[in-house]
């Protein structure tokens, strides 16, 4: 029988690392995007897990299951670094003369602003959230993870993924678009995306199955 997926990454099959990538590398981005709001950073999220992945390969436990779980792990703790990192340039920047005047732009980036007002909006209500609620929102909903894949992933509890997924999703009805009233029943909206003006999170696919 074929080594699984798992024992050939612990091995440091370079085609068992290919294969990982090919299947897990988009995921990984869209978790660094959620978590950091930044498409440079989302980027370098997916370049360090990897990275680390390699380097740690004799972490990996051995026997049977999916790899994606100890993979996110890995994207977390990386990303927690990245957002460490990025404050510390921010407030060293903040320091800094203000820069004398520049071109304007507005008109190149016009197109742009569009495309990311989602984006600022999805941030600035995780914002509000606290760092653990941001990561259960991020692996349960936006990369389907069930309870104990993001458990495994995080190093807590099944409990204590619930109870923070739970509160995170109360949080974010009260941060639904100024004026609106929160609905008290659960958002409606296609399965793992974000309702109306995505500043709400729902259920993941699968959590409808539970």
Same mark, same amino acid.
């Given at each position: 029988?074929?080594p ?7 091995a ?12 897990? =590398?988009?995921?990984?981005y ?7 709001a ?8 997916v ?18 299951? /999916? ?5 996110v ?8 670094n ?13 320091r800094l003369?203000? /820069? ?14 569009? #495309?990311?007002?989602?984006?600022r ?16 929102? #991020? ?17 807590? /509890? ?19 678009a /100024? ?9 409606? #909206?296609?399965?793992?995306?974000? =309702? ?15």
């Amino acid at each position: 029988m074929e080594p699984s997926l798992r024992v050939r990454v612990r091995a440091g099959d370079p085609d068992a690392f290919g294969e990982l990538f090919d299947e897990c =590398a988009q995921g990984i981005y869209g978790l660094g995007l959620n978590l950091t709001a930044s498409r440079a950073d989302a980027e370098d999220v997916v370049s360090l897990t990897f990275l680390e992945a390699w380097r740690h390969r004799d972490r990996l436990d051995p026997g049977e299951g /999916p790899v994606v779980p100890w993979l996110v792990g890995i994207a977390v703790n990386v990303t927690r670094n990245t957002v460490r990192a990025a404050r510390h340039h921010e407030a060293a920047m903040s320091r800094l003369p203000p /820069p004398g005047s520049v071109p304007d732009f507005t008109d190149e980036t016009a197109e742009r602003i569009d #495309a990311t007002a989602d984006l600022r909006r999805v941030s600035d209500a995780l914002k509000a959230l606290r760092r653990g609620e941001r990561e259960v929102i #991020a692996l349960c909903v936006w990369s389907e993870l069930d309870y104990a894949e993001a458990a495994k992933a995080l190093g807590v /509890p099944v409990g204590t993924v619930k109870s923070r997924l739970s509160r995170a999703r109360r949080k974010l009805r009260k941060l639904a678009a /100024p004026g609106e009233q929160a609905a008290p029943e659960e958002p409606v #909206a296609e399965p793992g995306h974000l =309702a109306d003006d995505r500043s709400v999170a729902v259920r993941s696919p699968k959590e409808g199955t539970r």
